[in-house]
């Protein structure tokens, strides 16, 4: 139990927090000209604000534009467009997954360092700050980066897009699995190096497996960002849901963009719905 | 305890439909779109395609050092020279532009968390003897905390970048798209995350309270508030990373964080600075990661 003056103490450090946390707030503000009376839009922009979010309540249920004879439904166009978007996602979760579990391995303290002696805890060491810099790069750049130099690079290409996805991917669940591996009890490790169990076996079959299930479930959390980064990246050109909504926002059909905005929401919702109910079973 | 055997401790370990399921989905799935063959490029290993890389790499040089031997002046003028024209500049509206979004998600997100509660948010809460309600309160209720959950759910289902690509067509060309794009999203992500937090605390002090006669914002102003607050905290800080990592690219939009610059040389084909501005994006989010680190560990400690 913490005594009473100590308590006092903790409360005034929290305070120093908080008092941080407003002040930033109030800089933040200030440096960017946040006046809420820039919130309130002219005359012709009310009318345009109105419009659109009134159409969140009545979406259509056909284009609002001409179309030529034979184009899909709305309805199977917006399907279509989520369906790429979950194809993007599966792709990129497969690489990430590939990418993440191999460099987990390689950034992994228990693997590389802990359970090794002499010249190959040197060698392990090495590799693990190599492992350790090259993930931390991986995620520090957002995806969306990462395609803007696939573009420029190899042009609009369906594979540069599902690399650029799949990299930030790969480089967060790396290193969320060499932490849940890490973190998981000695106690099993112990008695395998006590009989005499070499690093590998025991990261193989004692620590990994007993970390497995965080893993899984933290894998499928990461499929729903997955969805999102792969919706947005149809504002870059390809045919994922963000390609439909930039484009019928564009043109003024705010009723095409609520579809797809909703079709997004299921999406994403029946994701998260899905991982939550694996979450709950595997904890 | 019975000793058992290994084929019985085999078949006898756990196994779950749903998971083994999803497992086996997710798999089918990802081996399907990748054996379509739809993501495999035949261009990608091309003689054209290849030079069209090497000169890419090579460009992505500084542009003084692309025809010179490597000299470090040579390099840190360079930078300098963009660090002084647009580099200081991206980065203070990038943090202040995290700064203001995690500060309206963290009010917004708390406040909406408070009827996603399912155990604040009922006829009655906190009480040990309920006397009956009436159905229809009982109903109102779970309809309250159901359509703030939808509501949460929809927020943060539109990621920052939809939110800000349309505010700002509706806004206008302020950084308000920006921050409330950012807001927006969080506010779904904190809310949801605080709500658990609220359902997960002991009843015993919120039962003391409701015995004393508070209502139920007296309970949350002075009980759920301290009680939640360092797990609060830590989100907030958790989700403030995520702000500045996103802060960077809604640049690209059109606000002037450093996305703009990313894009504007991208437009002006100047590569070796494209390349350093995002280099500086990973920097920023790196130090965003190791302050939040820093305060969430202070946090940790302070409670």
Same mark, same amino acid.
């Given at each position: 139990?913490?005594?009473?003056?100590?308590?006092?103490?903790?409360?005034?450090?929290?305070?120093?927090?908080?008092?941080?946390?407003?002040?930033?707030?109030?800089?933040?503000?200030?440096?960017?000209?946040?006046?809420?009376?820039?919130?309130?839009?002219?005359?012709?922009?009310?009318?345009?604000?109105?419009?659109?979010?009134?159409?969140?309540?009545?979406?259509?249920?056909?284009?609002?534009?001409?179309?030529?004879?034979?184009?899909?439904?709305?309805?199977?166009?917006?399907?279509?467009?989520?369906?790429?978007?979950?194809? /993007?996602?599966?792709?990129?979760?497969?690489?990430?997954?590939?990418?993440?579990? @191999?460099?987990?391995?390689?950034?992994? +303290?228990?693997?590389?360092?802990?359970?090794?002696?002499?010249?190959?805890?040197?060698?392990?060491?090495?590799?693990?700050?190599?492992?350790?810099?090259?993930?931390?790069?991986?995620?520090?750049?957002?995806?969306?980066?990462?395609?803007?130099? /696939?573009?420029?690079?190899?042009?609009?290409?369906?594979?540069?897009?599902?690399?650029?996805?799949?990299?930030?991917?790969?480089?967060?669940?790396?290193?969320? /699995?060499?932490?849940?591996?890490?973190?998981?009890?000695?106690?099993?490790?112990?008695?395998?190096?006590?009989?005499?169990?070499?690093?590998?076996?025991?990261?193989?079959?004692?620590?990994?497996?007993?970390?497995?299930?965080?893993?899984?479930?933290?894998?499928?959390?990461?499929?729903?960002?997955?969805?999102? @980064? @792969?919706?947005?990246?149809?504002?870059?050109?390809?045919?994922?849901?963000?390609?439909?909504?930039?484009? @019928?926002?564009?043109?003024?059909?705010?009723?095409?963009?609520?579809?797809?905005? +909703?079709?997004? /929401?299921?999406?994403?919702?029946?994701?998260?719905?899905?991982?939550?109910?694996?979450?709950?079973?595997?904890? | 305890?019975?000793?058992?055997?290994?084929? *019985?401790?085999?078949?006898?370990?756990?196994?779950?439909?749903?998971?083994?399921?999803?497992?086996?989905?997710?798999?089918?799935?990802?081996?399907?779109?990748?054996?379509?063959?739809?993501?495999?490029?035949?261009?990608?290993?091309?003689?054209?395609?290849?030079?069209?890389?090497?000169?890419?790499?090579? *460009?992505?040089?500084?542009?003084?050092?692309?025809?010179?031997?490597?000299?470090?002046?040579?390099?840190?003028?360079?930078?300098?020279?963009?660090?002084?024209?647009?580099?200081?500049?991206?980065?203070?509206?990038?943090?202040? %532009?995290?700064?203001?979004?995690?500060?309206?998600?963290? %009010?917004?997100?708390?406040?909406?968390?408070?009827?996603?509660?399912?155990?604040?948010?009922?006829?009655?809460?906190?009480?040990?003897?309920?006397?009956?309600?009436?159905?229809?309160?009982?109903?109102?209720?779970?309809?309250?905390?159901?359509?703030?959950?939808?509501?949460?759910?929809?927020?943060?289902?539109?990621?920052?970048?939809?939110?800000?690509?349309?505010?700002?067509?509706?806004?206008?060309?302020?950084?308000?798209?920006?921050?409330?794009?950012?807001?927006?999203?969080?506010?779904?992500?904190?809310?949801?995350?605080?709500?658990?937090?609220?359902?997960?605390?002991?009843?015993?002090?919120?039962?003391?309270?409701?015995?004393?006669?508070?209502?139920?914002?007296?309970?949350?102003?002075?009980? %759920?508030?301290?009680?939640?607050?360092?797990?609060?905290?830590?989100?907030?800080?958790?989700?403030?990373?995520?702000?500045?990592?996103?802060?960077?690219?809604?640049?690209?939009?059109?606000?002037?964080?450093?996305?703009?610059?990313?894009?504007?040389?991208?437009?002006?084909?100047?590569?070796?600075?494209?390349?350093?501005?995002?280099?500086?994006?990973?920097?920023?989010?790196?130090?965003? *990661?190791? %302050?939040?680190?820093?305060?969430?560990?202070?946090?940790?400690?302070?409670?």
């Amino acid at each position: 139990m913490a005594g009473l003056a100590e308590a006092t103490a903790s409360s005034g450090q929290r305070r120093w927090i908080l008092i941080a946390i407003v002040a930033s707030g109030i800089w933040a503000s200030i440096t960017l000209d946040l006046y809420p009376a820039l919130l309130v839009p002219g005359q012709g922009g009310l009318a345009v604000v109105t419009e659109f979010f009134s159409y969140a309540l009545s979406p259509v249920t056909t284009y609002q534009s001409k179309v030529p004879e034979g184009t899909k439904p709305l309805a199977a166009q917006a399907l279509l467009a989520a369906w790429h978007t979950v194809k /993007f996602a599966a792709a990129a979760m497969g690489l990430s997954l590939v990418g993440g579990i @191999s460099l987990g391995f390689l950034s992994s +303290y228990s693997l590389m360092i802990e359970t090794r002696r002499g010249i190959t805890r040197v060698i392990g060491g090495t590799i693990y700050a190599i492992a350790r810099l090259t993930i931390t790069l991986m995620r520090s750049i957002h995806e969306l980066l990462w395609a803007v130099l /696939f573009l420029a690079a190899f042009g609009i290409s369906q594979l540069g897009a599902v690399i650029a996805l799949a990299l930030p991917c790969a480089g967060i669940l790396a290193k969320i /699995f060499s932490e849940l591996i890490d973190e998981t009890p000695r106690h099993a490790a112990h008695a395998a190096e006590a009989a005499g169990a070499s690093p590998i076996q025991i990261y193989c079959f004692i620590l990994a497996p007993q970390a497995l299930p965080n893993i899984l479930a933290y894998s499928f959390y990461r499929f729903e960002c997955a969805l999102r @980064s @792969s919706a947005v990246l149809g504002f870059f050109g390809y045919p994922t849901l963000g390609f439909y909504i930039a484009a @019928s926002f564009e043109n003024l059909y705010y009723g095409e963009v609520w579809v797809y905005l +909703y079709t997004l /929401f299921l999406l994403v919702a029946a994701v998260d719905l899905w991982s939550g109910a694996i979450r709950k079973r595997l904890a | 305890m019975n000793a058992m055997t290994l084929p *019985e401790l085999y078949r006898a370990r756990p196994r779950n439909l749903v998971v083994r399921g999803s497992l086996m989905a997710m798999l089918i799935l990802i081996a399907g779109v990748w054996l379509s063959g739809e993501f495999l490029d035949p261009q990608a290993f091309t003689d054209k395609r290849q030079e069209n890389v090497a000169r890419f790499l090579n *460009e992505l040089r500084p542009n003084p050092l692309q025809s010179a031997s490597f000299d470090v002046t040579l390099a840190l003028t360079w930078a300098h020279s963009i660090m002084q024209e647009k580099g200081w500049d991206a980065l203070r509206i990038t943090l202040a %532009i995290s700064f203001a979004a995690i500060t309206l998600a963290g %009010i917004f997100g708390g406040l909406l968390a408070l009827p996603a509660a399912r155990n604040l948010t009922r006829s009655e809460p906190f009480v040990i003897n309920r006397t009956t309600c009436s159905r229809m309160t009982n109903l109102i209720w779970s309809i309250l905390v159901g359509a703030t959950r939808l509501l949460l759910i929809f927020l943060r289902a539109i990621p920052e970048y939809v939110w800000a690509f349309l505010l700002l067509a509706l806004l206008g060309p302020t950084a308000w798209p920006a921050v409330l794009a950012l807001a927006l999203h969080n506010t779904g992500v904190f809310g949801k995350l605080a709500a658990e937090v609220i359902e997960d605390l002991p009843a015993g002090p919120l039962r003391s309270m409701t015995g004393m006669g508070a209502s139920r914002l007296q309970v949350a102003a002075f009980t %759920i508030l301290p009680l939640t607050l360092p797990r609060l905290l830590l989100f907030f800080f958790y989700r403030w990373e995520t702000c500045v990592r996103e802060a960077t690219v809604l640049g690209m939009l059109g606000i002037v964080s450093l996305g703009f610059w990313i894009q504007d040389a991208r437009a002006r084909n100047f590569y070796d600075e494209m390349f350093f501005l995002i280099l500086l994006g990973a920097l920023i989010v790196l130090l965003g *990661e190791v %302050i939040s680190t820093w305060a969430r560990w202070h946090v940790r400690r302070a409670s």
